[in-house]
């Protein structure tokens, strides 16, 4: 007997092996295998089958009936065709169905039969297999349902839809575009767009399809396409393997030229406040949630659309809700509402903002959204307050300059008679209240010379100042003013000196204490301490301040203190909180003029009830430097020897105190109301004339021409002019005609003849 050729187990698997390969794919893949034994009809399954329809194995395959029972009523039909095809036809059958199973669900398989033939080409068996395609035909059909629903959205959409793909070759169009074009489907979709409708070759239109294609880039345009007499309007927007078309024929609104207009206007409209990026956009629903949230809020607030998005708009811009309430009741009542109010920002910032809401109505017309467009207007409204403020400020130079003249001329003759009345030897308590009068007098004309000084900025004279002594002063200027129920207390430490001017310096300090003086009108207690600081340089960013060393003057009252909203505002122009006719609102504005042109800071603190601390800092002179005391000349001025003297002005008063005076000292004088007769006096006494004192601003003829006519016809005679108002333009046209003194009004009786002196002097 000849041996059998051996095998290589080693590769090939053994039946069991293939068995349990079969076993582990079908569960697998969720199919089994199954059997009919013809013509006994007998059933055959695997347990993967069994597995698969849920039930048990034990029993065995059901009846060929009931296995059939186990499709649905209208399935049962195909099944037996099925069969009848793989006994009778002897040809493969492969068709999908539903089975229900044991628990009555639902499957979708593919099934398979394969008949079986004997040598005699009889069928003995039909065998296959059931497939469980349940998720494939779900995802299929979900794949086509949803086809099948944009094709339909898009179908109903009268506009035109289409894809082009990389070649420009229409891949879809919806029905619109079909019904227009009216082309065959081989021609549509296998031409490029150029070739169907050439006037697109060129165009703003081609221009958005090139850079949504080329740089992905969406874009808008119109193009007249004669070939169909219509103009199109389309969006272009860049896909996935080319790019998506939305086009609508506008033909009519370009023929109705005045919608059209309206139509383009309120589109160029919505760009802007789309792109401005200063506006916030943004769409509340009528409670007030935020809907809507555009770019430009984002950059406004602070707040990102992702935060800002379903919140109430009154808990997100707003300090106090309640500033919200009547515009929004205005809103909902009117439809719109036009305004500006205080809105913040995510960090606080408080904004000033312009306003403009509407309400969205559905399409029964009922209100169902709000639309808000915001404009950030504060750094607007902060120019146009500082305009109005330098507006203001140079109404008041010119009102200053108007009156300084006028109070001036009223403030000589009382400096002038109250100095003529303590040459008479008066009594002590007579000669303290004539000093009285002078200081007065004095500070009345400094007054003036501050407002001037604000108007026309404050750079004053700048020379080495003794602080020590300035505070005296202030003492003595301020204490006779205080009520007794005020206790005074000073706290004077060291106290270098400063270089800047000490009038202004001393006007500082006399605004502070007045305003404390008038915070406590029922008593309380003033403070005035002095002493030094040092600003490092990493104090420069909070205070302002360059490092270095700094005088300190602190005035601090018990008085009836300020709330945070006035604090902001104190230093503001024209801002008081007295009583009219009770505080210009100058005072602390100047204030902080002449103190931060020193280089130096003035700050306030203060609470309701709690009384007010302001703070100066002013920076030490350099060292080396030498303090000059200021003195008054002490030498005795020289009389006059009979020189006569011409004194023009308008004011009576002041002519006759200059006569007085003048006459007292030597001199002899002639008078005269004004140019035209101060120029008939010359003719008069020309030869003998030495001297003419001229007011600046008279009527008929100025001081300027009276300078001129003497420079001309009598140039021997000295010229002295006087003004009311320090800075007058005239007086740069006096000096052109040789004026070399001047005497600024109100001036005292020892600054006139030492004057006249002087120019008697030099003209001799």
Not at 334 to 356: H, P, S, V
Not at 396 to 409: E, K, Q, R, S
């Amino acid at each position: 007997m000849a041996s059998e050729p051996p095998h290589d187990r080693s590769i090939a698997p053994t039946p069991a092996d293939d068995a349990d390969l079969v076993r582990l794919a079908g569960r697998i893949a969720r199919f089994g295998g199954w059997s009919i034994e013809i013509p006994s009809g007998e059933l055959y399954w695997t347990s993967e089958l069994f597995s698969l329809f849920g039930y048990e194995s034990e029993g065995g395959a059901p009846p060929l009936d009931v296995a059939i029972g186990m499709y649905p009523d209208d399935q049962r039909p195909m099944i037996e065709a099925a069969m009848n095809r793989n006994i009778v036809e002897k040809v493969t059958t492969d068709l999908e169905s539903i089975v229900v199973d044991r628990e009555g669900r639902e499957i979708r398989v593919r099934i398979i039969g394969v008949p079986v033939l004997d040598e005699a080409g009889a069928v003995v068996r039909v065998q296959g297999a059931i497939y469980d395609i349940t998720e494939i035909v779900t995802e299929r059909e979900n794949r086509i349902a949803a086809q099948e629903s944009l094709q339909r959205t898009l179908d109903y959409i009268p506009d035109f839809v289409f894809f082009i793909d990389e070649h420009w070759r229409i891949t879809f169009a919806n029905r619109a575009l079909l019904a227009f074009l009216d082309l065959p489907a081989e021609r549509l979709y296998s031409e490029p767009i150029w070739s169907i409708v050439p006037e697109l070759a060129a165009g703003p239109f081609t221009n958005g399809l090139q850079r949504a294609m080329n740089e992905r880039t969406s874009s808008t345009a119109r193009a007249r396409v004669e070939q169909y007499g219509i103009t199109l309007e389309g969006t272009v927007h860049p896909v996935e393997n080319g790019i998506a078309v939305f086009a609508r024929d506008v033909t009519d609104e370009v023929e109705r030229q005045r919608e059209m207009d309206a139509v383009a206007a309120v589109a160029r409209e919505q760009a802007a406040l789309i792109e401005a990026s200063t506006e916030a956009m943004l769409i509340e629903d009528l409670d007030n949630v935020v809907l809507y949230w555009n770019q430009g809020a984002e950059q406004l607030y602070g707040w990102s659309s992702e935060e800002a998005v379903g919140r109430n708009i009154r808990e997100l811009i707003y300090a106090d809700p309640a500033d919200f309430e009547g515009p929004g009741a205005e809103l909902l009542r009117d439809g719109r509402w036009f305004g500006e109010l205080t809105q913040r920002t995510k960090d606080g910032r408080a904004l000033i903002i312009e306003c403009r809401w509407q309400v969205v109505l559905d399409a029964e017309g009922r209100p169902a959204k709000i639309f808000v467009v915001n404009s950030d207007v504060t750094e607007l409204r902060r120019q146009q307050q500082a305009l109005s403020r330098a507006q203001r400020t140079e109404s008041l130079g010119t009102l200053a300059g108007g009156i300084a003249h006028d109070l001036n001329n009223v403030l000589t003759p009382l400096l002038m008679s109250v100095q003529l009345l303590k040459t008479q030897s008066p009594a002590p308590d007579q000669l303290a209240l004539l000093e009285g009068m002078e200081a007065a007098v004095r500070r009345g004309a400094d007054m003036v010379d501050q407002v001037l000084s604000f108007a026309r900025g404050v750079d004053g004279v700048r020379e080495l100042v003794d602080l020590a002594q300035v505070v005296r002063e202030l003492f003595r200027i301020t204490l006779p003013t205080i009520s007794p129920s005020i206790t005074v207390t000073q706290r004077i430490g060291e106290l270098p000196a400063i270089l800047g001017d000490r009038t202004q310096i001393l006007q500082v300090l006399l605004n502070l204490v007045a305003n404390a003086r008038d915070s406590m009108p029922e008593g309380g207690e003033l403070t005035i301490s002095t002493g030094r600081q040092t600003v490092i340089a990493s104090g420069r960013a909070s205070t302002g301040l360059a490092p270095g060393e700094y005088a300190v003057i602190t005035v601090d009252d018990t008085g009836t203190g300020m709330t945070g909203e006035v604090l902001d505002r104190i230093f503001e122009p024209f801002f008081t909180t007295k009583q009219l006719g009770r505080g210009t609102g100058l005072g602390l504005a100047n204030t902080q003029a002449i103190v931060e042109s020193h280089g130096g800071a003035i700050t306030a603190h203060s609470a309701p009830g709690a009384g007010s601390r302001f703070i100066v800092l002013l920076p030490v002179a350099q060292d080396g430097a030498v303090l000059v005391p200021q003195q008054e000349p002490t030498d005795p001025v020289a009389r006059g020897a009979g020189e006569l003297v011409l004194v023009v002005d308008d004011e009576a008063s002041i002519r006759d105190l200059m006569r007085q005076a003048l006459e007292a000292h030597g001199y002899r004088v002639v008078e005269a109301a004004h140019g035209l007769e101060a120029v008939e006096m010359l003719e008069r006494h020309a030869e003998e004339m030495a001297v003419v004192i001229t007011d600046v601003i008279m009527p008929m003829m100025d001081g300027a021409a009276v300078a001129a006519h003497i420079a001309e016809r009598y140039p021997h005679v000295a010229v002295i002019a006087a003004s009311g108002f320090p800075g007058a333009g005239g007086l740069a046209e006096l000096s052109a005609h040789g004026v070399r003194h001047t005497l600024a009004k109100p001036f005292t009786t020892e600054s006139l003849l030492r004057t006249v002196r002087a120019a008697v002097t030099r003209s001799a």
